[in-house]
């Protein structure tokens, strides 16, 4: 009988599983980023990066994928990026959550999960609390944003990383690694 999504054994959320997932989303985030021409996209001499893939792969952080804590409610799905500006929002930044966006791996069955740009929030200790998946995924590289003004609005945000207004000064002015919070773990890509 083939695995269903649901049914995952200890060997596939355990540290081995997560390196392989994160091995390929860095593999994956590389080759969007070869892919990426310079030359055509709306990037200028003397800009930080050339495209969104670069910047994650420069100054974008691991985060560990965790359950979902039960006072925490799940919202609607393909709203990752309002869940995630809402979460922190109502549970503040006092409690400890930053808002992070980047890419992050869906779980499916055999896989390392399937990469797509998300948002989840993080702990002081650099685990993911991800209102919106019904599973953690298998692996999440993202920048955490502490600007709340940048965050999306609610229902239907689009990410700040999907923003041409906010990623096209992002790209031009970098981010500063230093006025990163502390989270999650350097990538050493």
């Known amino acids: 009988m083939a695995e269903t ?5 200890r060997a596939d959320t355990g540290p081995e599983a997560r390196d ?17 021409r310079p030359d055509s ?30 006072t925490v409610v799940r919202g609607p799905e393909r709203e990752c990026f309002a869940n995630a500006a809402a979460l922190v929002r109502e ?11 980047g890419y992050a791996s869906t779980p499916i069955a055999g896989t390392d999960g399937f990469p797509t740009m998300h948002a989840w929030a993080s702990t002081t200790q650099g685990a993911v609390v991800d209102p919106t998946w019904p599973r953690p995924g298998t692996a999440y590289l993202g920048i955490p944003i502490t600007n709340p003004t940048a965050w999306p609005p609610p229902r239907f ?10 990623l096209l000064t992002i790209l031009r002015d970098g981010v500063a690694t230093t006025s990163l919070p502390n989270r999650g773990r350097r990538t050493d890509s």
């Open 91 to 101: 549970h503040g930044m006092p409690s400890g959550l930053t808002y992070c966006e």
């Open 20 to 36: 392989r997932a994160e091995a390929a989303l860095i593999a994956h985030l590389r080759l969007l980023a070869a892919a990426a």
């Open 41 to 70: 996209a709306p990037v200028k001499e003397g800009w930080a990066y050339p495209s969104v893939y670069h910047l994650l792969l420069d100054a974008g952080r691991f985060f560990t994928p965790a359950p979902l804590p039960q």
């Open 5 to 9: 999504p649901r049914e995952q054994t």
């Open 157 to 166: 945000g689009t990410g700040i990383l999907q923003d041409p207004a906010n």
